[in-house]
């Protein structure tokens, strides 16, 4: 068969690059046996051995021998009826061609007009130097090689010499080409085809002209040989072989059309479908023409594949799907879908039955009987054409994949596909799964989660038009949504984390004014992920219904157990008036930590430069989490100013602060503030507020100034005046 897409190897040589892969040596024999020289005379003994494991050791010394003296005993090993045996010979072949540097060509004469390598090469007889390159010069490896495993496969019938012979001339390369294609025209009958097999694993492509001519031959064995070694060289000469490969989708033969269409699919070259559509009529040829067919630029290949899905069965069903999907992800994939909806009602059906886990009675759908393989993929394929096709059953195949991880982002891709059809499947799943009782939840929470996340990007998708969660005063109210809306309220409490935090993101895209106070509650949940989807879900309703949020606000700034909240929608308004700002200023330096951090960043928010004060007092916090936050806010203000006009004083300062910071000695802290905007790494700014940590520094409590001597560690001890 042909070796048409062989890595190369590990020998980067660029006299072997273009030949044919070696295969990795065994470690059966040892580096060190390999390399021991010993006498010829020794290893002619051990080569007559009637132990095959002496003869075998022999065999792999004969690659550190004198190429010209090891000649004989490489052919008799070659030879050997030991297949361990001859194979070691190959390799010792190997290392005396990688040894041996190539003969250069005749002065004069270009690469393909070299004088051919030697021709005969009895055993025992060195061939003329004179055929090996300029007179007198030393044949190389390959041209010693070549020259005495011609005249083995003209006068041998050994099967395993002949076959080794053609591994180890393919491996000589370009080195074989001219002696090989000499040969093919002197030699007859199966030694014709053995060198075509040759020529085909030399990657030359200075073979090619030979090789195209065999195609014009009656011997269809030869013919065939001939196209598998053509194809083998798609990669090194792909411009050639692809005209070759078309040529040849029209010949009389059809294992050469076959080898020609894989050819081509292995080059990713696309077949015109007026010549592709009578070959998917072929039995033999089909296969490969649905793999031709993925690659087809005609809106005609989606329509015909759509059609064959109604009847094929097993690996051909399998491969349709493969040739759908992959034209469903480039420029015809408007015509799959197309094609799809057009089809008959019985591919929809096939494509929803092929995506479930089980057919009837627990048993695998049919489809995919005697594929030999893990059906995910396929699965995954039928269940993303069902939702194109919006075939009856693909939503609740759809949610059903939900619960495999495997298929989690094909279904999530297939629900986003269906929109608003997939809506009452989804609901009647959160109908039977959104429950306070955490049995149910068993395996379970990924899929419920990513169900939650999938409805509301529907509810999202179908309101891009406008806010599906604010329709006008007039529009007639939508049961969906509102079942929807119900299932993700119930979801925010559940036990599992992951479905209330999806639950709680849901609500910040989809949520109505009347979730504040349900959302506000999970701020104090004691799931700290939980807790935090709240703050998140908090803002972004702020963020949608100001004028309920700032309402909000004020009562939400009148107990000590919602100034957290208060903050996050005071920052969300991006805006406060004088008492909503005494209120930030005063939560920023009292209260639980979390309600000083929210204080914090929203002061920043909403005061701009007036919040210079409040950060430099929050920077010298003994909680981490409020360091960070005021580091962080003092970045991102400093970032927003300018250093001409009013802003310049304003930016100094906080240049002084921010210098502060970065004489810290704490890392973390000088990330945060360099997440916000800080530009750290332009140091001459900062150096000047570093010159100022030697002197005392006043920290300006209300009550009087302390002073403190310079710091050499820690968090910045107050503001600079």
């Not at 024999?29 to 020289?37: D, E």
């Not at 073979?207 to 090194?236: C, H, V």
């Not at 594929?371 to 949610?399: E, F, H, I, K, Y």
Request: charged share 25%; proline share 7%; aromatic share 2%.
């Amino acid at each position: 068969m042909s070796r048409a897409f062989d890595d190369l190897g590990p020998y980067s040589d660029p006299r072997v690059s273009d030949a044919g892969a070696w295969p990795t040596e065994p470690e059966s024999i040892s580096p060190s046996v390999r390399s021991t020289p010993m006498p010829i005379s020794a290893i002619a003994a051990a080569l007559a051995a009637d132990d095959a494991e002496e003869r075998r050791q022999a065999a792999a010394r004969l690659g550190r021998a004198d190429v010209a003296e090891a000649l004989p005993l490489l052919l008799r090993a070659l030879g050997d009826p030991d297949w361990r045996v001859r194979k070691e010979a190959t390799y010792a072949c190997h290392r005396l061609i990688q040894a041996s540097p190539s003969a250069a060509p005749a002065q004069g004469g270009a690469e393909g007009d070299r004088p051919p390598a030697a021709q005969r090469g009895a055993e025992g007889d060195r061939p003329a130097a004179a055929q090996g390159g300029a007179e007198g010069e030393r044949p190389s490896a390959s041209q010693l090689l070549v020259g005495a495993l011609l005249d083995a496969l003209r006068t041998s019938d050994d099967v395993g010499l002949r076959n080794a012979a053609i591994e180890v001339l393919g491996y000589c390369g370009r080195d074989a080409t001219p002696a090989l294609v000499g040969a093919l025209g002197e030699l007859a009958g199966d030694e014709r085809k053995l060198v075509v097999d040759a020529l085909g694993r030399t990657r030359d492509p200075a073979a090619l002209d030979a090789l195209y001519a065999t195609l014009g031959e009656k011997d269809d064995n030869l013919r065939q040989s001939a196209i598998e070694a053509i194809s083998g060289m798609g990669l090194i000469a792909r411009e050639r072989v692809t005209d070759i490969l078309y040529e040849r989708l029209a010949d009389r033969d059809r294992f050469v059309r076959l080898t020609a269409l894989n050819g081509l699919n292995g080059l990713e070259a696309p077949v015109p479908w007026r010549v592709l559509a009578p070959l998917i009529d072929d039995p033999i040829l089909r296969s490969s023409a649905l793999v031709a067919a993925a690659l087809a630029e005609s809106p005609e290949a989606p329509r015909a594949l759509c059609a064959a899905l109604a009847t094929a069965r097993g690996g051909a069903f399998a491969q349709l799907l493969r040739a759908l999907a992959r034209l469903a992800e480039g420029p015809l994939a408007s015509h799959v879908v197309t094609s799809l909806r057009a089809a008959p009602l019985e591919v929809g059906a096939r494509l929803v039955q092929a995506a479930a886990a089980q057919g009837p009675g627990g048993a695998e759908p049919p489809s995919w009987r005697g594929l030999g393989a893990d059906p995910v993929s396929g699965r995954a394929q039928a269940l993303v054409l069902a939702a194109m096709a919006r075939a009856p059953g693909a939503a609740d195949a759809a949610v059903q994949a939900m619960i495999e991880p495997a298929l989690v982002e094909t279904a999530q891709r297939a629900l986003g596909l269906l929109g608003e059809e997939a809506l009452p499947a989804v609901l009647a799943y959160l109908e039977r799964h959104v429950d306070p009782d955490p049995d149910l939840w068993e395996g379970l929470d990924d899929a419920t989660a990513a169900l939650i996340d999938g409805a509301v990007a529907i509810a999202e998708q179908r309101g891009r038009a406008g806010d599906p969660a604010r329709p006008a005063p007039d529009a007639a109210p939508d049961p969906s949504l509102d079942e929807l809306l119900g299932a993700v309220r119930r979801s925010v409490k559940s036990p599992s984390t992951l479905v209330a935090t999806s639950a709680l993101y849901g609500l910040a895209k989809i949520g109505a004014a009347d979730d504040f106070e349900l959302v506000v509650s999970q701020t104090r949940a004691i799931s700290l992920p939980v807790a935090r989807a709240a703050e998140s879900a908090l803002a972004g309703l702020s963020e949608r219904y100001p004028e309920a949020a700032r309402a909000l606000a004020r009562q939400l700034m009148q107990a000590e157990r919602t100034h957290l909240a208060a903050a996050i929608v005071i920052e969300a308004l991006g805006s406060a008036d004088p008492e909503e700002l005494a209120f930030l200023r005063s939560a920023a330096s009292a209260g639980d930590v979390r309600a000083r951090r929210a204080a914090v960043t929203a002061v920043a928010a909403a005061a701009g430069v007036a919040a210079l004060d409040v950060l430099s007092l929050s920077l010298a916090d003994e909680e981490r989490e409020v360091r960070l936050a005021a580091a962080r806010a003092l970045g991102r203000l400093y970032a927003s100013l300018s250093d001409a006009g009013p802003a310049g004083g304003e930016r100094a300062r906080a240049r002084e602060l921010l210098g502060l910071v970065r004489a810290s000695g704490e890392p973390e802290l000088v990330a945060a503030a360099a997440q916000g905007g800080a530009p750290f790494r332009s140091d001459p700014p900062w150096g000047e507020a570093g010159d100022r940590l030697s002197a005392p520094v006043s920290i300006d409590v209300g009550e009087g100034a302390v002073s403190t001597p310079g710091m050499s560690g820690g968090p910045p001890s107050g503001k600079v005046p």
